[in-house]
């Protein structure tokens, strides 16, 4: 994130011109005789809410910077004083699903466990957070008697893509059931089960998330699932 992106905040179009002038060594006055200087100011001078972004293939940090306004105050403070910056990160959750058709992917029990979840309780830490740029979903089978961080995942089997995705925070629907058919891209160049989000999503720090399956019928014997969140983070400069 650059200090441009919090400076520019609350300048009118002719403050611009005059920094502009300043910079490039003009003379009082001069750069207000261009039209295209002015209507330049003018553009950089609208309000964040009525900037025109482009979205096509931003970045995770991009995506996370155009919704600063919906961060916590205290989060866009530290981050304007260089106490937090934006990195890319994920969060993941591995679970059992042997035979079921219903699951959260991710529990309020959980324990962040290296190859099982980088959670605790199904929360982000207190100061953080989240920007989701893209959710993807993997399936495996384990043999008997292993665990599931054993599993070598792979594209989820027809019972899972068979079924519902939905995603809840803080009690709050982000993503609608939503066919797990997202999740079988087609697409060589991306991941298996990577699905972009058109929208991505917020996620604050210390409320639950809760990403659940509901399929039509049960999975295979010792079957596991993965759920990978990528996007960007708050983390400590």
């Known amino acids: ?25 003009l003379g009082r006055g001069q750069l207000r005789q261009n039209p295209r200087a002015r209507n330049f100011a003018k553009k950089v001078a609208q309000p964040a809410s009525r900037r025109i972004i482009p979205t096509t293939n931003l970045s995770a940090k991009a995506e996370f910077e155009k919704r600063l306004p919906q961060v916590k105050p205290e989060i866009r403070s530290a981050l304007k004083e260089g106490k937090l910056q934006l990195v890319d990160s994920n969060i993941y959750s591995i679970k059992d699903m042997a035979e079921t058709k219903s699951l959260e992917l991710m529990s309020n029990s959980d ?66 059931k939503t066919s797990c058919e997202v999740f079988r891209n087609g697409n060589s160049t991306l991941p298996k089960g990577y699905w972009k989000l058109d929208n991505p999503k917020m996620l604050d720090p210390q409320l639950e998330i809760v990403p659940e399956l509901k399929l039509p019928i049960n999975t295979p014997a010792n079957y596991c699932v ?12």
């Open 111 to 176: 324990d962040r466990v290296e190859g099982k979840t980088n959670l605790n309780a199904r929360k982000l830490e207190a100061g953080t957070a989240f920007c989701i740029t893209a959710i993807q979903l993997l399936g495996g089978a384990k043999a008997a008697g292993t665990d599931a961080a054993t599993v070598s995942f792979d594209e989820i089997c027809a019972a899972v893509a068979n079924g519902e995705f939905k995603l809840e925070h803080n009690n709050k629907v982000l993503i609608p």
């Open 226 to 237: 993965k759920i990978i969140l990528h996007g960007a983070i708050t983390e400590k400069s």
């Open 1 to 25: 994130m650059s200090e441009l992106d919090f400076e520019i905040e609350g300048y009118s179009h002719d403050d611009i011109l005059q920094e502009m002038e300043e910079i490039s060594g």
